[in-house]
């Protein structure tokens, strides 16, 4: 998968472009507020799904214009194609001048991941953003896995209404194990869909990580589970649990608890890490990513990364401008001097909206 231009008319403070890519790595550089990662949620979109910085449509639209155009053209598996995407109240597609039903039937067509300054949290944050992580990835490469978590998330929902009110009708309680027995069957799939895929991020993970710190530190992933992903005991827990779930009105147990157990060097990345270090593994986790996703699909994403050299030393920077093998890279930097250092792609200048490739 190569992006190999995009033309792009009134998006975001971009009025008008037409830049020709690298096939290797891409650096977009500039001050702060000029389009950097406006250029990169405009490649972002081809993806087929929701601005990765959670805007609606209308705000893409160049301030005071009607709609909006982007064009990518790109090549996949030898052949060169093109997608067009219109943006005014809604978005519209058309892959190769065919119009597509919705903008999101092209998910999948153009992959890409991207790394931004709030994907730090998966190490800042609590457990709820390493969840979040883990089903967004598995969405993408088992549509089933949506299906399951719809059902496990019903019926906890309907368990922790009894838990509340149970308080008041003791009746309730001949209730509790149907939504049980449920979660105990959806819950335990959830679980083993994530530590299947856990399975196969950890084996990218000593190449990545290593490669970034010059193998000097070790990053390791272990998927802490609170329940189980065997459906029997998933259930047995939940009874023994139901006592203490009473008094504290909520589910303690469950994939909607559990948590990915991040170390380097044998300590908590969360709790011990550096900053460089917390983004070096934040990294790691997204670079995997876009590996497994290859491994499964074998479609090479694309890769995004706004921002991701600021608190790197010069080692990690100069790896990652130079090392990320056999992958497209889109990087933005503030830096001019970190452009210094790329060996081989193309560096592309924005100031005002203005784009201006060398
Ligand atoms: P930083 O280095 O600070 O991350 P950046 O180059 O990535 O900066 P962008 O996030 O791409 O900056 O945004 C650049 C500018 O685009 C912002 O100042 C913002 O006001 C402007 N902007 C955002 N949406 C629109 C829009 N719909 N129309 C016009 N301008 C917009
Ligand atoms: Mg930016």
Known sequence: MIFKALRLANFRNIRSADIKFSDDVNVICGENAQGKT???????????????RGAKDKELVLFGEESAKITLFFNDDG???????????KRQATLNDVPQSAASEIAGKMPAVIFSPADLGLIKDGPAARRKFLDTSICQLYPAFIDVSKKYIRA??????????????????????DFENEMAVSGAAIVGYRKRYLEKLKTKIPDIYGGISDCREKMTAEYAATAGDNSESFKKALFAARKNDVI????????????I?????????????????????????????????????GKKPVLLLDDVLSELDEFRQNYILNSIKSRQVFITCCDKSSTDKLKAGRILEVSGGNIKAF
Not at 38 to 52: D, H, M, Q, R, Y
Not at 273 to 294: D, H, N, P
Request: with cysteine.
């Open 156 to 177: 906890l929902d309907q368990r922790n209404k009894i838990l509340k009110e149970i308080k008041y009708n003791e009746n309730l309680l001949s209730f509790i194990e």
């Open 248 to 259: 504290l009105g909520s589910t303690s147990i469950g994939p909607h608890r559990d948590d």
């Open 79 to 89: 052949r060169d194609q093109r997608c067009d995407i219109k943006i005014d109240g």
């Open 261 to 297: 157990k991040i170390d380097i060097d044998g300590i908590s990345a969360r709790s011990f890490g550096s900053q460089g270090q917390k983004r070096s593994a934040a990294l790691s986790l997204k670079l995997g990513e876009s590996e497994v996703f290859y491994e499964i699909t």
């Open 38 to 52: 406006n250029l990169l949620e405009a490649l972002w979109l081809f993806t087929g799904t929701k601005s990765f």
